[in-house]
């Protein structure tokens, strides 16, 4: 099992920066990519970057991409976003996800995970 527990998030205004980081506890063999989702009432639950734990490859949504970057510490059991130049399409909730190293799927779609942290709300104002 691995239970996942998201800080960081926050209001700020267009063009500012916020990181926000998940820490993963239990067995970090319990999983390999983990990343962030993010989500808003009137959309689907959007894949915005991922890491993978074991070969530290990374994976961005275009909308986020040279803007946003996912890293891990060196004990590999918390990862960090760090967004810069946000826009107000940005906001929402932002989900840790982890998903098993059996799992299969596009490592962007949510149905690839199957631990999920509570959220963390960001808020973008222009």
């Known amino acids: 099992q691995v239970e996942l527990v998201e800080s960081g998030g926050g209001s700020v205004q267009a063009g500012g920066s916020l990181r926000l980081s998940c820490t993963a506890s239990g067995p970090t063999y319990n999983w390999a990519w983990i990343g962030w989702f993010r989500q808003v009432p009137w959309k689907e639950r959007e894949g915005v970057a991922m890491i993978n734990r074991i070969v530290d490859v990374v994976r961005y949504a275009d909308s986020v991409k040279g803007r946003f970057t996912i890293s891990q510490s060196d004990a590999k059991n918390t990862i960090f976003l760090q967004m810069n130049e946000m826009r107000p399409e940005d906001a929402g909730v932002y989900y840790c996800?982890?998903?098993?190293?059996?799992?299969?799927?596009?490592?962007?779609?949510?149905?690839?995970?199957?631990?999920w942290g509570r959220g963390t709300l960001v808020t973008v104002s222009s």
């Open positions: 996800a982890a998903a098993a190293p059996a799992r299969t799927g596009p490592v962007l779609s949510s149905d690839k995970y199957n631990y």
